[in-house]
């Protein structure tokens, strides 16, 4: 299993990734996103990232915050760097500008939880 330091360093690893997301789409529109090809590849691979360090997480941790959905932003993941020819724009968008916001809120509360666990 993973260490608590471990855990530390893909949830902050996390928060980084998140921010840099809602950095790209600070006021920014879906158009600017079918527009900007830059855009799409900043946030697809942001995206993907965040996917690909889920998955680094130990299964007994995931189980500890089953409201996040964890197969899915894995599945993410995979459908960006696997069937890059079937993305669908629209739902990047919906994932950066409503999922990922919602995930960093429980990223922020394992944080917590595993600065406490840390501390005792």
Do not use: C
């Not at 189980?63 to 990047?92: C, L, M, Q």
């Not at 994932?95 to 990922?100: H, L, P, S, T």
């Not at 944080?111 to 501390?119: A, P, Q």
């Amino acid at each position: 299993m993973k260490t608590k330091k471990n855990l530390r360093h893909y949830l902050d690893d996390l928060v980084d990734y998140i921010e840099r997301i809602n950095f790209v789409m600070e006021n920014r529109t879906f158009e600017d996103l079918l527009r900007d090809t830059v855009m799409q590849d900043v946030l697809l691979r942001r995206i993907e990232v965040l996917g690909e360090i889920t998955k680094r997480f130990p299964n007994e941790f995931k189980e500890n915050y089953s409201n996040v959905p964890w197969a899915s932003i894995a599945g993410t993941r995979d459908v960006i760097a696997h069937d890059y020819d079937g993305i669908d724009f629209k739902k990047v968008w919906e994932i950066a500008k409503e999922d990922v916001p919602e995930f960093y809120k429980e990223v922020i509360k394992m944080l917590e939880d595993v600065d406490k666990k840390i501390s005792s």
